[in-house]
T-cell receptor, first 109, second 118 residues
Framework: RKEVEQDPGPFNVPEGATVAFNCTYS??????FFWYRQDCRKEPKLLMS???SGNEDGRFTAQLNRASQYISLLIRDSKLSDSATYLC??????????FGAGTRLFVKA | DTGVSQDPRHKITKRGQNVTFRCDPI?????LYWYRQTLGQGPEFLTY????????KSRLLSDRFSAERPKGSFSTLEIQRTEQGDSAMYLC????????????????FGPGTRLTVL
């Protein structure tokens, strides 16, 4: 089993739609989690961090389910500018950070 | 611009040559990371520095790869005897960390160095 797994997509959604991505992780000792956004041929940038059960920032909600070892990202009222790859990030018990392969999102007019 | 910078942005080399990349982190950041990213994949962890100490190195990193951060500021990543499989984007990130091994700090990425090995 991969340490961090994501559905690669792509997710093709119309503007205004709600879309959700899941990410599963294998290290039960992980305490903190992140969602990064990466635009085509650009560097990743932090979108949200998740330390407890969840986090909300405007149209974006991240939730953590420790029992099932997954985190989710919900995007409401999708905008064209949300089109990107969303990377799930799980620091390990040491100093190593594991990125998922990413979920591609395309928002269409 | 006070973000993470990387140099060069692009490097084309022939198989068997050595290459060296440089990363300048955000000035007050004590933690520095190197990653490798290929098309369709997420960044793959290579190594981690806290100040000048290299505290973690991926087992995927062969002996041809070496990284340094001599004064706890900029870092270099060297690849010796490059192979075509080394072609990738090499990303550097930095963070200001005060927590222990369970890292909770935000990593800020540089624009990357794209390596092509012919």
């Amino acid at each position: 089993r991969k340490e961090v797994e994501q559905d690669p997509g792509p997710f093709n959604v119309p503007e205004g739609a709600t879309v959700a991505f899941n990410c599963t992780y294998s290290n039960s000792a992980s305490q903190s989690f992140f969602w990064y956004r990466q635009d085509c041929r650009k560097e990743p940038k932090l979108l949200m961090s998740v330390y407890s059960s969840g986090n909300e920032d405007g149209r974006f909600t991240a939730q953590l389910n420790r029992a099932s070892q997954y985190i989710s990202l919900l995007i409401r009222d999708s905008k064209l500018s949300d089109s990107a790859t969303y990377l799930c990030v799980v620091p390990t018990g040491g100093f190593k950070t594991i990125f998922g392969a990413g979920t591609r999102l395309f928002v269409k007019a | 611009d006070t973000g993470v910078s990387q140099d060069p942005r692009h490097k084309i080399t022939k198989r068997g040559q050595n290459v060296t990349f440089r990363c300048d982190p955000i000035s007050e950041h004590n933690r520095l990371y190197w990653y490798r990213q290929t098309l369709g994949q997420g960044p793959e962890f290579l190594t981690y520095f806290q100040n000048e100490a290299q505290l973690e190195k991926s087992r995927l990193l062969s002996d041809r790869f070496s990284a340094e951060r001599p004064k706890g500021s900029f870092s270099t990543l060297e690849i010796q005897r490059t192979e075509q499989g080394d072609s990738a984007m090499y990303l550097c990130a930095s963070s200001l960390g005060t927590s222990g091994p369970q890292l909770t700090d935000t990593q800020y990425f540089g624009p990357g160095t794209r390596l092509t090995v012919l």
